[in-house]
T-cell receptor, first 114, second 112 residues
Framework: DVKVTQSSRYLVKRTGEKVFLECVQD?????MFWYRQDPGLGLRLIYF???????EKGDIPEGYSVSREKKERFSLILESASTNQTSMYLC?????????????FGPGTRLTVL | SQKIEQNSEALNIQEGKTATLTCNYT??????LQWYRQDPGRGPVFLLL?????KEKRKERLKVTFDTTLKQSLFHITASQPADSATYLC???????????FGKGTRLSVIA
């Protein structure tokens, strides 16, 4: 079974703090994604990566950055957290080769910025 | 402009009935279409994939249709149960290695 894990289920941070959200997958997938999900807005793609050290902007990259130093790990960084970044953050992985782009999601991190 | 719409934000249905959820898209040419289930506070889980040249796909009590002329997919749950209550998301797989395009989801409540 594919497993995607995220470092925290719940996180509370203060405005201006630097926040790291970690995601690890164990199926050797090339592709990894970060989304945020808010009521009424659905899943919105923040950043994605198709290979180690590669990154692509999604639909809403402003205020975020990412890092992919190893194939299995994709980190989302909030350089200076703001209250409008309070959200559910979901990481996913996929493989064009083996899963026809089916995405496997982690359990999510509910981030609250005070 | 490109759009993907799930026409109901919420759908209530009585236990035992068939639930039908709709996914419409505009100005996309998907190679595949997927449906996911999401329970509250959890990540989406893949349910079914249907190719553009397939009209229908079934898995147990689930059935998906894909009409590329109407640009629509229908997702059916037959003999619905309270345990089927969840949010269901459709997603388009476009050609090439581009990210999936997700609909906003329909929250289904099956009432006993």
């Amino acid at each position: 079974d594919v497993k995607v894990t995220q470092s925290s289920r719940y996180l509370v941070k203060r405005t201006g703090e630097k926040v790291f959200l970690e995601c690890v997958q164990d199926m050797d997938h090339e592709n990894m994604f970060w989304y945020r999900q808010d009521p009424g807005l659905g899943l919105r793609l923040i950043y994605f990566s198709y290979d180690v050290k590669m990154k692509e902007k999604g639909d809403i990259p402003e205020g975020y950055s990412v890092s992919r130093e190893k194939k299995e790990r994709f980190s989302l960084i909030l350089e200076s957290a703001s209250t409008n970044q309070t959200s559910m953050y979901l990481c996913a992985s996929s493989s064009l080769r083996t899963t026809r782009d089916t995405q496997y999601f982690g359990p999510g991190t509910r981030l609250t910025v005070l | 402009s490109q759009k993907i719409e799930q026409n109901s934000e919420a759908l209530n249905i009585q236990e035992g009935k068939t639930a039908t959820l709709t996914c419409n898209y505009t100005n996309y040419s998907p190679a595949y279409l997927q449906w996911y289930r999401q329970d509250p506070g959890r990540g989406p889980v893949f349910l079914l994939l249907i190719r553009e040249n397939e009209k229908e796909k079934r898995k147990e009590r689930l059935k998906v249709t894909f009409d590329t002329t109407l640009k629509q997919s229908l997702f059916h749950i037959t003999a619905s149960q309270p345990a089927d209550s969840a949010t269901y998301l459709c997603a388009l797989i476009l050609s090439g290695n581009t990210p999936l395009v997700f609909g906003k989801g329909t929250r289904l409540s099956v009432i006993a």
